[in-house]
């Protein structure tokens, strides 16, 4: 290639390795907006001209988990010197935690959010790549008549709009008490995970050579063994990209939760937004909850940088 | 364009044959452990009944809801009325509007999609320092939360103290808000969200194009604008038409993003007709009907874009 290269292709990639430059700045400012408006004090987030340069604070996040009212008098100062950081905090932005009667503090509504969204989030995805990986291995290794159409029935489940589903299933789980219930959502998130994980899991089944279980069988080993033994360990790459995408999609999931739950088994994504609701919304509160709410996303990203291609395409295209 | 209890019909005529052919003495491993026929029945079966529980009964429940005026806000029976629902949906200019408006937002963000995403990959697709992380970083906004993106873009898009008016220059400028712009902005969220994927798709596209035919356009003295549209798109095509039905597929179902960010009458897509329909209004056996519209439109984008992998596929 060098030898075919002109001055005018150079000065290109030049101008070419700029605009990318200026691309990734662009794509990235709205995330870095997000991330630093969570560590401003409230009377910076909202400025004309928008404040960039700043003391970055963790009293949002404070504020985040605790319950608050407006401060009605200052503290006294034995009472600012009584009270931890945490407090102090909340006291200097004219606020004060709420306690109940024997002094404890009361939390806001994200931290349970969260949990329900962990707990959610884990149990579907363990169950989708479980059933994922079997049936997988059932469709790569075996002859299953009308295969394609059976595929392709299990895939498109997954592509159904989330509101056409809900509407029945809202009803459903009336008839049988599970709406605003973590076993409903759990079912409903691995009913959605398992299309996606049994053909992505097919794209990885397919590529373990035959021959390793084939040897073991031979071996003496029954196929179930071979299985357990052989499979599963080639495929714990696999397995482990599959998993991380279904996490993800578990933990984005915003329609069925907002129709099937609202306080119990509440999950963050319908949660965050509904605090803008009413009044003058305290954005560096709804900030901190975003961030800490992409973290996990933002890290899965990473390690999974080398296998987006395939799981964004349902394994299609594989590099 | 099987209609779902046409998958049903497959699912159950699949099942009834596994069953017979696990009666068929065959495999020779029968004699040590589990013979193959019933290892594959046991990892298949419970999967396809689960879906056919979770996914197909539901939409069988939802088309006899579909023939009622049930109303699930009350306790009143469900009345049979036939098509009607039907009819009246197909008649109602609202639900017309409704369909032009998703048809328009589809078109608007796949196009988008289409040219800031390939266009990155093209300026992308060279010796670039740090590639692999600048690769990494741009395709972060695609795997968050479309309603927490929803969320914190509505802070961006604020007309008084939002960056994106101080960055542009644009005073007062209402994107939201403004009954015009609102689809625009949504769509423009979602181009910001969604290129990334149009991205990673033509990065390997691209990359999988034979050098060699570069070098042979080299030689011969090929034009950029030849060599682009005699080697480069040609070769591409095939996988950005992946992202472009699948993208397509999801603009069509879009719900949270719209739904958060702008409660404008002329943004209101399908998705968001029918959650009001249904769970604003309660007019429960109207919007089954409208779920089995919207449903049908999706199954027929769905086989269209399997056919389409499966070609792909093959090569």
Redesign the interface.
Known sequence: MAAVRTSSEIGFNRVAIVAVLLVTIIFLAPIYWIASTAFKPRNLATTIPPTVVFQPEISPFVKLFTKRSQLRSPPTPEEYAAAPWWERVVFDGGEKIVRDGKGQVQWSGYPSRFLNSLIIAITSTVLAVGMGTFTAYGFSRFKVKGEADLLFFILSTRMLPPVVVAIPMFLMYRAVGLNDTHVGLIILYTAFNLSFSVWLMKGFMDEIPKEYEEAALVDGYTRMEAFFKIVLPEAATGIAATAVFCFITAWNEYAFALIMTNRRAQTAPPFIPSQVGSGLPDWTVIAAGTFLFLLPVAIFTFLLRNHLLRGMSFGAIRK | MPPPFL?LQ??A??LA??MI?TLERSSR?AA???S??S??N???I???L??IV???F??I??LG?SFTDFR?STNAPANFVGLQNYRDLLNDPYVWSNFAITAKYVIISVAGQLLVGFG?AM??N????LK?L???????????????V???????Y?P??G?IN?ALGLGNFEWLADPKMALYAVALTDI?MWS??VM??SL?GLSAVP?HL??AA??DRAGPFYTFFRITLPLVAP?LM?AVI?RT?EA??T??LAY?LTSQPTAELI?IR??KM??QEWQ?GR??AM?YI??IM??A???I??KY??K??ER
């Open positions: 998958f497959t699912g005529g699949v044959t596994t052919t491993a040590r452990g589990l193959d026929m290892i594959r046991l990892f298949i419970p999967t396809v689960f879906l979770f996914n197909i539901p939409l429940y939802s809801y699930a990155v300026l992308l060279r010796d670039i320092p692999g600048i690769t990494t970083l741009l395709l972060l906004p695609m795997m968050l939360s479309m309603a927490v929803g969320l914190f873009w509505k802070l961006l604020d008084s103290w960056v101080y910001w990334p994927f990673l798709l390997a050098k570069y070098e080299a030689i996988i992946i699948f597929m069509f179902k719900f949270d958060i998705s029918l959650y249904a769970f429960t919007s089954c779920a919207v449903l999706v199954l984008i769905t086989n874009y399997v992998l499966n792909v596929k």
